[in-house]
Each structure stands twice: as C-alpha cells, then as structure tokens.
C-alpha cells in the first residue's frame, strides 16, 4: 500500500498551504487505498515538549503570516479525476494516534479582554493521552475520561489559482472545495465529497484530531498525530455548492460563513437541493420532512476566535433511513 511518510508531511512551505503548483506526492488509482502520516498542528512541538507554551516557544514556526501551524500532506493525484468531477473521499482508518495537545493563547479565544475571564487568556498548554479506546484529560487534582472519537479537521482539493493558508482558511473560491473545517464527522467510515478544479483533484488533508466538543470553542481540540488510511473514487461532472459528507449513517451538509444564522441558511439549502438531486424528494417535501423530523440536527462545528478569515463551521444532518429504499 502506497504511503506518505510523516517527514513529508510537516515542516516545509508546501505542508501550510494548498497550492495547485506543489509537485504530487502521490498517485493513487480510484478505488486503490493509501496511507496519509500526519503530524499534528502544531508540528509535535508541544507534544514533544509538554512544558513549551504556544506562541512563545514555538520557534521558526511563528516567524511566518500565518503561523506555520495545521499542517497537511499532499497533493495526492487522483488518475481520471478532471475539472468539474467530485473527488468522493473515503475514510477506512484512523490509527497510531499520538498523546494529544490542547492550549490556551492571548487573543485568540471567545473571552479575550473581558473582566474576570483573565485565567482563559493566558498561554497554557494540557496533554491529553490517547488509546483506541479512552483519552485521558488530567487538570490539577481531577481527571475526566471519555472514549476517542478520531476525524480530520482539514481536507481539501487545490484551489484553481489562489495560493490559501490550511490554517486561516474554511473555503476559498469554491466552498465545494473544503479546507480547514474540524467538522468531526469527517470521521472512519464516512465519504467526504469535494470538488475537482484541477486535473487529478489534487487532495491535501491533515489536522488529526482524537476528540473534539461541539465548536471547538478554545480553538483548538485534542490535537493528535497519527496514520490515515483512505481511497478516492470519481463522480463525473458534477457540482458541488457545499462540501458533504455520507457517514453511512447521516448525510451532511456542511457550510462556513459568519453570521452563524447565514452558514445555517446555506447548509439547510443544499441539504434540500441534495436531497431533491439524487434522493428525488420534491423541495417543500424535504423543508417540512427537515422542520418536523427530530433526528435532523444542526450542528456547529468550529467557531473558533482571533484567527482572521476563518469561518464557523455548521452542518445540515438528515438520517439516511428516511431516504427512499
């Protein structure tokens, strides 16, 4: 099985950005599973350093705009895959997760400058340690479990043009396209659709995240290291609005925008149009099914503060079982 070591994947101008004149490193067939090593987002500094603070201690990696965090490995060259196609992403695996990081940082969070909330604005850096089957998060005296629940936070086709930060960017030109999302059900199992705007699709993914609560409110989640085994497949000539996701379980819709009520509006209108495209429900079918069913969910994903551009992160949720058999 082809792989893409974890030394490519980290530490060079091209693992920061998504740019469609970086070099493959992969080619991959559709259908043929790969395997993805990732560093995790702040390039295992804090990890390998429990006792460094972010930004203070992170050396080179600061000395940049944007901070050369959240870094990715690709492009992987999917054979067949053309401008206007669907690159549909399969995740099968997540494993080898490392023990993760969680921080605080000046600035850079929900709270910054209120009274009293002082404690939340200074640096601060927690390890979280990871198995298949429970993190482990200690804080003074008190220690909280929970079982992992592993996905990729970014992942995306090159844009056609633009040069874009896998850390400040959501979307570019194409929200189709995807980017820095942290949607935690990017998850083993699902089928992440993203638009093709170059020949071979030319996918980058990484950010690995063992855990994360509902908006990753802090601005960053239970960053992890691991490995990634997936596959790509071709949907010809189609068009994406949004990114989606088939969990096996729930398609997705997703959409990053601000205000929060603006990204919700644009999830929920794609999750009809989808709905209408491919599963054959009429459109006020499918807006009352979404208004009075109790298993559709609106989600927030990331809503993270002080990172420029970056956009919240909300999906559209509709159980499959309600589809037509």
């Given at each position: 099985?082809q792989?893409?070591?974890?030394?490519?994947?980290?530490?060079?101008?091209?693992?920061?950005?998504?740019?469609?004149?970086?070099?493959?490193?992969?080619?991959?067939?559709?259908?043929?599973?790969?395997?993805?090593?990732?560093?995790?987002?702040?390039?295992?500094v804090?990890?390998?350093?429990?006792g460094?603070?972010?930004?203070?201690?992170?050396?080179?990696?600061?000395?940049?705009?944007?901070?050369?965090?959240?870094p990715?490995?690709?492009?992987?060259?999917?054979?067949?895959?053309?401008?206007?196609?669907?690159l549909a992403v399969?995740?099968?695996?997540?494993?080898?997760?490392?023990?993760?990081?969680?921080?605080?940082?000046?600035?850079?969070?929900?709270?910054?400058?209120?009274?009293?909330?002082?404690?939340?604005?200074?640096?601060?850096?927690?390890?979280?340690?990871?198995?298949?089957?429970?993190?482990?998060?200690?804080?003074?005296?008190?220690?909280?479990?929970?079982r992992?629940?592993?996905?990729?936070?970014?992942?995306?086709?090159?844009?056609?043009?633009?040069?874009?930060?896998?850390?400040?960017?959501?979307?570019?030109?194409?929200?189709?396209?995807?980017?820095?999302?942290?949607?935690n059900?990017?998850?083993?199992?699902?089928?992440?659709?993203?638009?093709c705007?170059?020949?071979?699709?030319l996918?980058?993914?990484?950010?690995?995240?063992?855990?994360?609560?509902?908006g990753?409110?802090?601005?960053?989640?239970?960053?992890?290291?691991?490995?990634?085994?997936?596959?790509?497949?071709?949907?010809?000539?189609?068009?994406?609005r949004?990114?989606?996701?088939?969990?096996?379980?729930s398609?997705?819709?997703?959409?990053?925008?601000?205000?929060?009520?603006?990204?919700?509006?644009?999830?929920?209108?794609?999750?009809?149009?989808?709905?209408?495209?491919?599963?054959?429900?009429?459109?006020?079918?499918?807006?009352?099914?979404?208004?009075?069913?109790?298993?559709?969910?609106?989600?927030?994903?990331?809503?993270?503060?002080?990172?420029?551009?970056?956009?919240?992160t909300?999906g559209?949720?509709?159980?499959?079982?309600?589809?037509?058999?």
């Amino acid at each position: 099985m082809q792989t893409i070591p974890v030394s490519s994947s980290f530490g060079h101008r091209s693992n920061y950005c998504f740019d469609a004149s970086t070099p493959p490193v992969l080619k991959v067939q559709p259908g043929e599973m790969f395997v993805a090593e990732t560093e995790d987002s702040y390039n295992g500094v804090l990890r390998k350093n429990p006792g460094y603070l972010q930004p203070r201690d992170m050396g080179t990696y600061t000395k940049h705009a944007p901070f050369w965090y959240n870094p990715v490995c690709g492009p992987v060259y999917v054979e067949g895959a053309h401008r206007g196609d669907v690159l549909a992403v399969t995740i099968h695996n997540i494993d080898k997760m490392s023990t993760g990081s969680v921080a605080t940082v000046p600035g850079a969070h929900h709270f910054t400058g209120l009274l009293g909330w002082e404690e939340t604005d200074e640096m601060y850096t927690a390890m979280i340690e990871n198995s298949g089957t429970e993190s482990v998060f200690t804080y003074g005296e008190h220690s909280f479990r929970w079982r992992p629940q592993p996905f990729i936070g970014t992942i995306a086709t090159a844009p056609e043009h633009e040069v874009l930060s896998s850390l400040t960017t959501s979307f570019g030109s194409a929200m189709g396209c995807g980017g820095n999302l942290d949607s935690n059900v990017v998850r083993p199992g699902a089928t992440v659709y993203l638009q093709c705007l170059n020949e071979g699709g030319l996918l980058f993914l990484g950010d690995l995240h063992a855990s994360q609560g509902d908006g990753e409110l802090c601005g960053v989640a239970n960053e992890i290291a691991g490995r990634v085994t997936l596959s790509c497949n071709v949907v010809k000539k189609k068009r994406l609005r949004n990114v989606r996701v088939d969990t096996g379980q729930s398609l997705v819709s997703l959409y990053c925008y601000r205000p929060i009520e603006k990204g919700f509006q644009e999830a929920v209108r794609d999750m009809i149009l989808w709905l209408e495209e491919d599963y054959g429900f009429s459109r006020r079918e499918a807006y009352l099914l979404i208004s009075i069913c109790p298993e559709f969910r609106l989600r927030t994903y990331q809503m993270c503060s002080g990172l420029g551009r970056l956009m919240t992160t909300v999906g559209a949720e509709f159980p499959k079982h309600l589809l037509p058999s």
